[in-house]
């Protein structure tokens, strides 16, 4: 992923209270619309991880 700005999902349409996400210098960072001065920063290996642990219901025990 090239750097880039803020993307969001088009999932989200007008609303503006969702996650952004953009690539800066080989890392990843997220950070929620409506709270812009707080960044997650990751590498992509990890972000990749977490995805995929989602998709599999490994933290439904959480909800």
Not at 7 to 36: H, P, T, W
Not at 37 to 43: F, K, M, N, P, S
Request: proline share 3%; aromatic share 4%.
């Amino acid at each position: 992923m090239p750097e880039s700005t803020w993307q969001k999902s088009s999932y989200s349409g007008a609303n503006n209270a969702c996650v952004e996400v953009r690539a800066v210098a080989g890392a990843i960072e997220l950070r929620e619309s409506d709270e812009g001065h707080l960044i997650l920063r990751t590498t992509p290996t990890t972000l990749a991880a977490l995805l995929h642990g989602l998709k599999a219901g490994e933290f439904d025990h959480h909800s």
